[in-house]
């Protein structure tokens, strides 16, 4: 039998000294940031406080969470805005894009060039009868611990082609979470 997500999340936070993550309220989170200027690579979260909702959700903190806050990633997906002010989004389907990408938590690699394919791989992800473009770490997960810097490095492609293509790109990463709590504290 594996370990639940919670599981998981509580036992790096343990060998990180983080004990006192156990003591916070859980709860599924999901982070996201997008560049609306067309780029052959994308680096996101990164500078992510410079940018308003609804470019990103991540607000004064920036690409890192504070103490005793922490996500465990789960499912990583890719969107387009459709206008440079990231109201609209579609998805990497009408493009026929796909996207290669790195996710570095803490200046190490902890993802390296993964593959985000559209319409295939049905065996990482599904959404319905309909292939997403999202990739699903279900039953492995990946910690960003609190206080530790994160980012993602985005390279668009076109599906059919493999030729690099320059778009706008947008990333969420979303899975269990935990946030500070408070009641446990005062």
Do not use: W
């Not at 599981?7 to 003591?23: E, I, N, P």
């Not at 320059?166 to 504290?185: E, K, P, Q, V």
């Amino acid at each position: 039998m594996g370990m639940s997500a919670q599981d998981k999340m509580l036992s790096v936070a343990s060998r990180l000294g983080l004990t006192s993550l156990k003591d916070m309220q859980g709860t599924t989170r999901m982070v996201y940031d997008s560049q609306t200027t067309a780029a052959l690579t994308h680096t996101f979260f990164k500078g992510a406080s410079q940018r308003a909702f609804p470019l990103s959700n991540l607000g004064a903190n920036g690409n890192q969470f504070q103490v005793n806050e922490a996500l465990l990633v789960e499912k990583v997906g890719f969107f387009i805005p459709t206008a440079a002010d990231g109201i609209a989004y579609t998805g990497l389907v009408g493009a026929a894009l796909s996207v290669k990408f790195d996710l570095v938590i803490g200046n190490k690699t902890v993802l390296k060039d993964v593959s985000c394919e559209l319409g295939g791989e049905q065996a990482f992800y599904n959404d319905g009868a309909v292939p997403s473009s999202v990739i699903d770490l279900e039953g492995v997960g990946i910690l960003i611990p609190p206080q530790v810097e994160y980012y993602v490095i985005a390279k668009a492609y076109g599906t059919g082609t493999r030729v690099a293509a320059s778009t706008r790109l947008g990333i969420y990463l979303f899975g269990t979470g935990a946030l500070l709590n408070f009641n446990t504290t005062i």
